[in-house]
């Protein structure tokens, strides 16, 4: 099999490897189509503080079982239409006694800590495999990962009917936020200084845009709040400015959830969190978010396929990269085809 190796920052290949063989409770996936994360940007960048290298990146993805492991006999069978939650924990920690594997103290994820989906074939735990609604094609199938994220966050922010939510940033993790969020009866405004995005936004369900530099944040939300301030933010950003404006638009009594990652340490007006009496939340991964953000593509009740910008073939990984490190004003979502 092929598979896409980056052996160091900004620097791939594609190597000749053999197909893997699943074991006891792992499932062999051949993989259909994968999906480039902000994250895998910061691999391929040098910037990501957990991967290692040389690494077979990829954690967003859909394909088929072509084998199960000796001695298989659950749900699954081969050639069924697979995604998979790439969160691998160790089942025996605090974390994930209480039901939280997401932030496991051994965690790992394919494509960060483990080899991912950036090959023809791979190997994963049969517990993280997730059956594909039947009429849901593999690129759109690509995005159920993203969009768990998304609706992680707002599990941690509370979102629910009613809510004013402000998201801060419109890139590919705020657009999946704001969809989850447009499930629920809720008035969202997201922020960002991209237009394109911004648009695609509104596309999406946004009730309010706002441009940064073309008009100040603060004010927009004391319109869209009427002066009360936001019920929830969700912060998608990760920059000291942007982590600090969540504390100062979120309404007393409100929450936050932060997902953005930050490189280093970052002072912030704690004093507001404790003045407003906010639920501070980070928010990290998926807690078993796959099965809801199914059901809400089963059902139509959400559509991500305007998030999908461009798709190539897998042996053209350097231009599809370049593009999503080069063109933001362009690109959300950038689709590998295997």
């Known amino acids: 099999m092929k598979a896409i190796v980056l052996v160091e920052p900004r620097k791939f290949v594609i190597e000749e490897r053999p197909v893997p063989k699943p074991g006891p409770n792992e499932a062999l996936i051949k993989v259909k189509v994968a999906g480039i994360c902000g994250s ?35 749900p699954f069978r081969e050639g069924d239409r697979v995604v998979v939650d790439p969160v691998v924990n160790c089942g025996r920690c605090y974390a994930c006694r209480t039901g939280n594997h997401n932030v496991c103290r051994e965690v790992e994820v394919l494509g960060v800590h483990r080899d991912g989906a950036f090959a023809e074939y791979l190997t994963v735990r049969t517990d993280r495999v997730h059956k594909m609604p039947a009429d849901l094609d593999f690129s759109t199938a690509a995005l159920l990962e993203p969009l768990s994220i998304g609706a992680e966050a707002n599990r941690r922010a509370s979102v629910r009917d009613g809510d004013q939510l402000v998201i801060i940033g419109a890139g590919p993790i705020g657009l999946v936020s704001l969809l989850i969020a447009k499930t629920k009866d809720t008035q969202v405004m997201i922020t960002d200084r991209i237009q394109s995005r911004l648009d695609l936004a509104k596309q999406l369900g946004a009730d309010r845009v706002v441009n940064i530099d073309e008009e ?97 073939p897998f042996e053209e990984i350097k231009e599809a990269m370049r593009s999503f490190d080069e063109s933001p004003e362009e690109v959300t979502k950038v689709l590998l085809k295997f």
């Open 40 to 74: 895998d940007l910061h691999g391929f960048r040098g910037t990501q503080p957990f991967i290692t290298y040389p690494r077979v990146m990829g954690h967003e993805f859909s394909g088929e079982i072509a084998a199960l492991g000796p001695g298989y006999s659950g």
């Open 216 to 312: 100040d944040p603060h004010k927009a939300v004391e319109e869209f709040t009427n002066g009360e301030g936001a019920s929830a933010v969700i912060e998608a950003v990760g920059l000291e400015a942007t982590i600090r404006q969540s504390m100062e638009f979120v309404a007393p009594s409100g929450r936050i959830a932060i997902l953005g990652l930050s490189e280093g340490d970052l002072k912030l007006p704690v004093i507001l969190l404790i003045k407003k009496g906010v639920d501070f939340h980070g928010s990290r991964l998926n807690c078993n978010q796959f099965p809801g953000v199914i059901n809400l593509l089963a059902s139509g009740r959400i559509d991500p396929r305007p998030l999908i910008s461009r798709e190539y």
